[in-house]
């Protein structure tokens, strides 16, 4: 898609300084609309009058940078910045052969390599999480009551090793105990 191009100096021209910003933010609008539908800077009356007001065109006017032509306005100096319509369409052409050719390359290229039963070469991965467990039809089994908890320096023990160093050091004490 074509942009609507000003010159660098626009900003300072004495027609734009003439015709105010309000005028020039509907000019660049206009502009815009002329690049994106390869209109060669002509602006609709219909087009126009939905940007800003006819007093906003009448300012352009008056500043040179539009002329009223039958059914709207055009820019006058639009093509002197501005690819014309059939460029545009031309340069469309050409980039879509353009593509086209270089698809058509990397097809024959990939084809040419290896298996030409393969429609693709990215490697292929094993899904990376494991399979998830079969649900179990029956209830899940609720495991019996703590009746007593061992301890660790008045800490509840956690897991089997210390669960058992646990109840170790409660059979020592207990054996010293008695020794007394």
Known sequence: ???????????????????GNEAIGFYVRCG???????TDGFIRQDVALLYGSPALADSLVQAKLWRRVRGGWQMP????????????KQ???NAA????RRRDALMSRRDSQG???????????PYPYPPKPPVSAGPTPIPPPVTEVARVN?????????HAIAAQARTAITREGTHD
């Open 1 to 19: 898609m074509p942009w609507f191009r000003l010159d660098d100096s626009f900003h300072s021209h004495p027609k734009v300084i003439a015709a």
């Open 32 to 38: 815009a609309y002329a690049a994106q539908h390869l």
């Open 77 to 88: 100096d639009y093509l002197d910045y501005n690819p014309s319509a059939e460029q545009v």
């Open 91 to 93: 340069e469309r052409k």
């Open 97 to 100: 052969e353009r593509q086209k």
């Open 115 to 125: 298996d030409s039963r393969v429609s693709h070469r990215t490697p292929t991965r």
């Open 154 to 162: 008045g800490k509840p023990a956690r897991g089997p090793t210390v």
